[in-house]
């Protein structure tokens, strides 16, 4: 299919992360004592923001090869690496 | 959750354009990478039933609720992987009935069809209506109902009709696609909710030896006291389980069912069709610790005042005064005075079921915990939508077009589709609603459902692996087999229950320990003889000609060499990989 599924993923994951990691900053530290001191907000946030980016970054790659792609790793790998 | 909404939506609006023929709507036009279909293969049994009821399996019968992964779920995934999809996809069958007709006749397959479908729109209901009451329990709509000016009683309703709403727009605009891409989706988002939960839940206690050394054995232990049903939580012995569950359920179900086989007949290409299952039953592997762990945890925690509230700072209530009964973050359950309920022996029954939510609420700040609850609410709604694509498929190919409208256009095939997920996300709605109002009427059909399933793996595995079975065999086979399955009920009960829909409704002869071995030992006989009888019948009537066969029965169909594949891409290869490492989990929890 013509729309591939890393993008969604990636977009959902980045806007989700940014939000989690932004509320994580501007939160009133009071409220982690339910989650053991820690500020998950931040934490998982940025987590789910790298994942989110790099879903993203894949995603945009496999969509420019896809033509001629066969769907295996190292194909993708292979075409990768032919960019700078 | 609005961002999430949004973009489930999105994906249907942008696939739509794709949809021009009926096998784009149905099969994705076979055209799905096997790594997505993989994820969307497990996805789709993620529903209500998974998150909700292993979390609180795993508060009541501790790591043994692991045997429902590693034994009833993992090898029946491997083999219908190595073994079965080269029939399923081969044949060119656009559905597991159809492949019931190509292989044996048209009685057989209509007979599968109807009960399929049938099921399908139950279990959507039935998925409609547990997200509703969690809903309602969480008060997640209470802020927004009360900034309407709306009754909080119209919770439950609002909840049916948005969930409804939703996956009727990405299933209807983008068909089998669609609900898949979402199940991806959900999956990443049923991680990315749990994950840090679990984490958070294993810092609390101390890891899994603060667990151990919070629970007595029998908690953490999945074989140790399998050997006489006495001795373990689930009240059943080894026997019982391994047949029982690990081969007949297990195989029933995955290897037969055609809302997981679907998303692997969606695949690109035999090979990541084979694949798709084996990719799956890799992170199915690691579920036990997303959704069991959290469970056991809860019940690992001292006694403490289990706080319900919303995470918009709205309408926070307090279950406080209840936690004296109740065990860790496990309240007890409420009648409708708000009295906890109690057994025979005045011991307060728990509400298990609130294990997951509870843990959510206890660990989660506001923030995080509106991802968590998304998370909950996505593997529902990608529960409901598996069940929504799988019977318009089966609706329309094999009810519509094998009996109603035959030789019409594919463009009205594509059509009758979408209707088909309008009226069947309507009979969900009906069916979560006569759920609310007959609770037995729904034990009552999923009873029936148990009859039916429990026989169809002897029919599958005589059909494909023995070219003699015919289809008057196979069809008495699995009207016989379902009978067994009625009469076996009704002839047991387990201890402690009275007769009626629990059994025994024609008399009692044995007595089973728990339920979960009456299910068991039921399925056992249902099996049983629908195997014996399908052979017997077989034997007496004709068998089809072999040329007619080809491609639908082992020994009549050409193996396709894979040996071109790069070994992580072969299907035997990663099959022996995923029985391994179940094995070792196995061992690790022994």
């Known amino acids: ?84 | 959750m609005g961002v999430y909404a949004l973009f489930v939506v999105g994906i249907g609006v942008a696939l739509k354009r794709y949809m021009k023929t009926s096998t784009d709507f149905f099969l994705a036009g076979r055209s799905i990478p096997a790594w997505v279909c993989g994820l969307a293969f497990i996805s789709a049994n993620l529903g209500a039933q998974e998150v909700i009821g292993m979390g609180a399996s795993g508060a009541k019968y501790g790591i043994a609720t692991s045997h429902f992964y590693w034994i009833g779920a993992i090898p029946a995934m491997a083999f219908v992987g190595i073994f079965m999809m080269p029939f399923y996809y081969g044949s060119r069958a656009r559905s597991v009935p159809e492949y019931l007709r190509l292989r044996f006749d048209e009685k057989t397959r209509g007979l599968n069809a109807i009960s399929f479908a049938t099921m399908t729109i139950f279990s959507s209901g039935i998925s409609m209506y547990a997200m509703a009451k969690l809903i309602q329990t969480l008060h997640i709509l209470d802020a927004p109902l009360h900034s309407l000016g709306l009754p909080l009683s119209a919770s439950f309703h609002c909840s049916i009709v948005i969930s409804a709403i939703v996956v009727l727009a990405y299933v209807v605009l983008g068909g089998l696609v669609s609900a898949i891409y979402n199940e991806v989706l959900q999956f990443f988002l049923i991680v990315a909710g749990f994950l840090p939960l679990v984490f958070l839940g294993l810092k609390d206690v101390g890891g899994w030896n603060g667990i151990k050394a919070h629970l007595p054995p029998a908690y953490t232990h999945s074989w140790q006291g399998m050997g006489s049903s006495q001795t373990n939580l689930l009240g059943v012995e080894w026997f019982g389980l391994v047949m029982g569950l690990g081969f007949v359920l297990s195989f029933g179900y995955w290897c037969t069912d055609f809302l997981v086989v679907q998303r692997a007949m969606a695949a690109h290409s035999m090979s990541a069709a084979r694949r798709t299952p084996l990719i799956a039953a890799l992170p199915k592997m690691v579920f036990p610790f997303l959704v069991i762990l959290p469970g056991l945890i809860a019940v690992s925690l001292p006694a403490q005042p289990a706080v319900l509230s919303t995470g918009h700072g709205a309408a926070e209530t307090t279950l406080g005064e209840v936690a004296a009964t109740g065990r860790g973050l496990i309240p007890a359950k409420i009648d409708q005075t708000g009295n906890p309920v109690v057994d025979a022996n005045g011991i307060a029954v728990l509400d298990y079921d609130l294990a997951i939510p509870n843990m959510l609420v206890h660990y989660f700040p506001t923030g995080i915990l509106g991802l968590g609850l998304t998370a909950l609410l996505a593997s529902f709604m990608s529960g409901m939508a598996g069940n929504v694509t799988a019977f318009n498929t089966v609706w329309t190919y094999d009810i519509y077009q094998a009996y109603l409208h035959k030789d019409a256009s594919d463009q009205h095939y594509l059509w009758m589709g979408r209707m088909a997920t309008v009226f069947g996300i309507a009979l969900s709605i009906s069916a979560a609603y006569a759920a609310t109002r007959f609770n037995n009427i729904m034990d009552f059909l999923q009873l029936v459902f148990a009859f039916v399933n429990a026989p169809l793996f002897a029919t599958f595995l005589l059909g494909m692996f023995w070219k003699r079975t015919t289809g008057h065999a196979a069809f008495t086979g699995l009207l016989s087999g379902t009978a067994a399955a009625a009469i076996h009920q009704g002839l047991t009960l387990p201890a402690g229950a009275a007769p009626g829909i629990k059994g025994g409704w024609l008399a009692t002869i044995h007595s089973y320990p728990s339920e979960m071995a009456q299910n068991f030992w039921t399925a056992i006989w249902a099996w049983s003889v629908c195997f014996l009888v399908t052979i017997l019948v077989s034997l007496i009537t004709q068998p089809r000609k072999e040329s007619e066969l080809a491609g639908l029965v082992y020994s009549l169909t050409q193996r396709n060499s894979e040996g071109h594949l790069p070994w992580y891409q072969r299907p035997v290869v990663l099959g022996v990989v995923v029985l391994t490492l179940a094995l070792i989990l196995n061992i690790i929890f022994w």
């Open chain 1, 1 to 84: 299919m013509g729309l591939d599924i890393r993008l969604p993923i990636g977009l959902l994951f980045s806007v989700l992360g940014f939000l989690l990691a932004g509320f994580g900053v501007i939160s009133d530290k009071g409220i982690y004592q339910r989650s053991l001191g820690l500020n998950v907000n931040l934490a998982w946030g940025v987590i789910l923001l790298i994942f989110g980016i790099i879903m993203v970054v894949f995603g945009n790659r496999g969509s420019t090869i896809r033509p001629h792609e066969q769907d295996t790793a190292i194909n993708r790998d292979h075409s990768a690496g032919g960019k700078p």
